[in-house]
């Protein structure tokens, strides 16, 4: 079974599942989902880093952890996770230790986050930041994640006044 998990900042404990209460990992050990997929694209905004997924995907969620909102300067992230053989990456991602054991990968020129890995928690496993996909729309996620750690008003944006472009604009 794969585990969800991102890890937590340099310096402070590493939070990976195995480390955390059992209740905690039943919580979110117990969403994983297989889906059938065709194979999937994406790249980092510059296109210097590109990656196909071939197959279907081990799972695909939004994370809410403090880790991920910072580093990716995002209120959450989506992660959609594939074994290594089935990613083709070409271009070359600059690593950054995000924790002990954790790995997030992104371009070094226009800075867009790609690709976790934590060869401890997640062996054989690449989580694709899936925000980068070529076609977003058309893998939704399964699950959410971390959500001790969720912004609270999350719950509110569907209410918030909606424009298509900007305010005045459209
Ligand atoms: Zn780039
Ligand atoms: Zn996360």
């Known amino acids: 079974m794969i585990r969800f998990e991102h890890g937590r900042a340099r310096g402070r404990a590493d939070a990976c599942l195995a480390h ?4 905690c990992q039943t919580e979110h050990t117990g969403n994983t989902i297989r ?12 296109g210097a880093i590109r990656y196909t997924a071939e197959g279907a995907d081990e799972h695909h969620a939004l994370c809410h952890c403090a880790d991920c909102r910072r580093w990716s300067g995002a209120p959450m992230v989506g992660w959609i996770a594939f074994r290594e053989e089935q990613v083709t990456i070409t271009g070359t ?3 950054y230790s995000s924790s002990e054991h954790g790995r997030r990968a992104f371009c070094r020129d226009c800075g867009t986050g790609l690709f976790y890995r934590n ?3 997640l062996p054989g496993i690449v989580d694709i930041q899936s925000g980068t996909l070529d076609s977003p729309q058309d893998r939704a996620p ?7 750690e969720k ?3 999350l719950a509110e944006v569907e209410t918030l ?6 305010p005045g604009v459209d």
């Open 93 to 95: 991602a600059t690593v």
């Open 20 to 23: 955390r209460p059992a209740s």
């Open 142 to 148: 399964a699950a959410q994640i971390m959500c001790r």
């Open 119 to 121: 060869a401890v928690v």
């Open 161 to 166: 006044p909606a424009f298509d472009t900007y």
């Open 35 to 46: 889906r059938a997929g065709m194979s999937i694209t994406g790249q980092c905004h510059c």
């Open 151 to 153: 912004l609270p008003w």
